[in-house]
């Protein structure tokens, strides 16, 4: 279970339907890498050297090619990661989250009250374990979708206000979590479009409509062209992915509606990021992506093929950065 517990606290159960317990927490003030100190050469140019550790941390996701020594890159990486967390909870404080979406791996949570509504939390469901079931998915889409086939999405350990399952808001500690961009599921708009065509036929039916007839209906093209567009615009994303030496071994392309959907802009939301989201980025613009968002089924293609680091975009990245820069630059020390 992804789920673990911190400290003696009272424990919160927040849902019944899926018997899910966590122990009640707090929001700390936490300072990321207290007390760890790195020595630079007294003629190192700081500011160069952090900018180009933050280069290789986006583009790479570790520190293992600015020539380190392995202990050092292990602290730097950790120091890293706390600071993610801590900018992560710090942007989700003050929002209130609740269950939302049971898939086959995890369990979603969404924004019920608060702000950044376009981001969801998710975790494995009860029988699944992290670093069994869902690690090197996720650590291969992490660094090698890229943000052209990869929503943004983070890897945290944060306290997260969550409604419990007497609708309650409470404080809980919550390791291994997914914060991901939310995205128009391409399910969500393919099954609406289905019911949509099914009833016109079934009307049909009942008025005695011909066959033929029925198919020239003006509805019934509009709605082929847009599931020949969708199926269109994952093709050319699943070309992409594959050709990153990256495949989806949920079934491939036949779990498209599933594991893929649509980025949304917040312009053109139409508030459900459902059907009418969908036509309000059709109506607005050409540009529309699809991006992959459940990544437990990710694998390499080829095992004796390095994939090329294309490292998959953080959720709040401006803010993320911000807290990695500021944290190397109090750790890194000049030598006098």
């Not at 292990?74 to 993610?84: G, P, R």
């Amino acid at each position: 279970m992804m789920i673990e517990i911190e400290g003696r606290a009272k424990k919160i159960k927040l849902s019944s339907i899926f018997n899910i317990d966590a122990e009640e927490s707090a929001f700390v003030n936490r300072r990321a890498g207290e007390g760890i100190e790195l020595t630079l050469p007294a003629d190192a140019h700081k500011e160069a050297i952090i900018l180009n550790m933050l280069r290789t941390y986006n583009r790479d996701g570790d520190f293992s090619s600015i020539g380190v020594s392995e202990k050092t890159r292990v602290l730097l990486e950790k120091v890293i990661k706390e600071s993610t967390n801590n900018t992560i909870e710090e942007k989700l404080k003050n929002s209130v989250f609740t269950f939302w979406r049971n898939g086959t791996t995890f369990l979603v949570l969404k924004i019920l009250e608060g702000e950044h509504e376009n981001v969801v939390v998710k975790f494995a469901r009860p029988e699944k374990d992290f670093g069994r079931d869902i690690a090197e998915g996720y650590e291969t889409a992490k660094i090698g979708l890229g943000r052209d086939c990869s929503v943004s999405m983070t890897l945290v350990d944060i306290n997260l206000r969550v409604r419990d399952a007497e609708g309650v808001s409470r404080v809980v500690f919550l390791k291994n979590v997914l914060v991901q961009e939310r995205v128009i599921v391409l399910k969500d708009v393919l099954d609406i479009l289905r019911e949509r065509k099914d009833s016109i036929k079934s009307q049909c039916r009942i008025k005695n409509i011909p066959n033929s007839a029925v198919q020239n209906d003006p509805e019934i093209k509009k709605i082929r062209l847009e599931e020949k567009k969708i199926k269109s615009d994952f093709g050319n994303l699943y070309k992409n992915i594959l050709s990153k030496n990256i495949e989806d071994k949920d079934d491939g392309p036949l779990a498209m509606d599933r594991n893929y959907g649509y980025r949304n802009f917040p312009l053109y939301a139409g508030g459900d990021y459902g059907i009418s989201d969908y036509f309000s980025l059709r109506r607005h613009t050409e540009e529309m992506n699809v991006l992959g968002f459940d990544f437990d089924s990710i694998r390499p293609r080829r095992k004796n093929v390095e994939i090329k680091r294309d490292r998959a975009p953080d959720v709040f990245p401006a803010d993320i950065n911000t807290g990695w820069k500021k944290i190397l630059e109090r750790i890194l020390v000049k030598r006098a």
